[in-house]
């Protein structure tokens, strides 16, 4: 791993995370075009969200990326990356995240961190895997009520 590497992993993640804010801010999918975010990923991407979560599983490729905004849009109402900390750069970038959101199903609003590492192939984003500390409270936040007969 070379600095410059490590330089271009936080340059690259930071402008892919505005570009992620700039296209939930527009409305994300069906609103704004996929197009904002492709560059930053891989063809071959995967992403590897929990499967307790309410957007939770495996996506792969920039189509799965967009079933993923898709459904994160239908989550969440908002969705704030507050702070951000590079514990570590390079081919392997790590990443804490503050998150300030509201559930769209409830208007609950959570914050909570999320640790990802991130993978890199070819200057591109190739896999991501988050880390929720607490799956279980995010699924009840997101949790539509319960409809009584």
């Known amino acids: 791993m070379t600095d ?58 920039h189509a799965g990326m967009e079933e993923f905004f898709l459904a994160m849009s239908r989550t969440w109402e908002s969705f704030e990356m507050v702070k951000q900390e590079f514990l570590a750069t390079g081919e392997t970038t790590v990443v804490l995240t503050q998150v300030s959101a509201r559930a769209r199903a409830t208007g609950r609003k959570l914050t909570f961190p999320i640790l990802q590492t991130v993978e890199f192939k070819d200057g591109r984003i190739a896999e991501v895997r988050p880390f929720y500390w607490d799956t279980a409270a995010i699924a009840d936040a997101c949790a539509a009520p319960a409809q009584t007969a």
Do not use: C, I, K, N
């Not at 505005?18 to 991407?45: R, W």
């Open 4 to 61: 410059a590497f490590a330089a271009d992993s936080v340059a690259l993640l930071t402008l892919m995370y505005a570009a992620e804010a700039e296209y939930l801010a527009a409305g994300g999918p069906g609103e704004a075009s996929f197009d904002l975010l492709a560059p930053f990923f891989a063809p071959d991407v995967v992403l590897h969200q929990a499967d307790a979560l309410p957007f939770g599983g495996t996506w792969r490729g």
